[in-house]
């Protein structure tokens, strides 16, 4: 069973950057797919960006993320990143690493808060 273990997070003023980590324990497939969702207080969670481990890499980012974030993702150490870079108070939330296989099978991270303020 893959596990995550999440680094990173915490408070930045608006414009600023933040890197997160999301590193994956036990076996890691060419079609399992990893990425990070965020849940702000109040809203639903939802999709930040995702990325598939195998060779294409096949990235998706939310909308309102696109031009400022990154997922990097390094296969060797298991782990996939988050680059955020110009954000927003918006973007305040807690973010969470995300590890799904097929239809049926979904690891969460246990989250890290980022706040965004001056």
């Known amino acids: 069973q893959v596990q995550l273990v999440e680094s990173g997070g915490g408070l930045v003023q608006p414009g600023g950057s933040l890197r997160l980590s999301c590193a994956a324990s036990?076996?890691?497939?060419?079609?399992?797919?990893m990425g990070w969702y965020r849940q702000a207080p109040g809203k639903q969670r939802e999709l930040v960006a995702d990325i598939t481990t195998g060779m294409s890499g096949i990235i998706n980012y939310a909308e309102s993320v696109k031009g400022r974030f990154t997922i990097p993702r390094d296969n060797a150490k298991k782990t996939v990143y988050l680059q955020m870079n110009s954000l927003k108070p918006e973007d305040t939330a807690v973010y969470f690493c995300?590890?799904?296989?097929?239809?049926?099978?979904?690891?969460w991270g246990q989250g890290t808060q980022v706040t965004v303020s001056s």
């Open positions: 995300n590890f799904r296989r097929g239809p049926g099978t979904v690891t």
């Open positions: 036990g076996s890691i497939f060419s079609r399992d797919v």
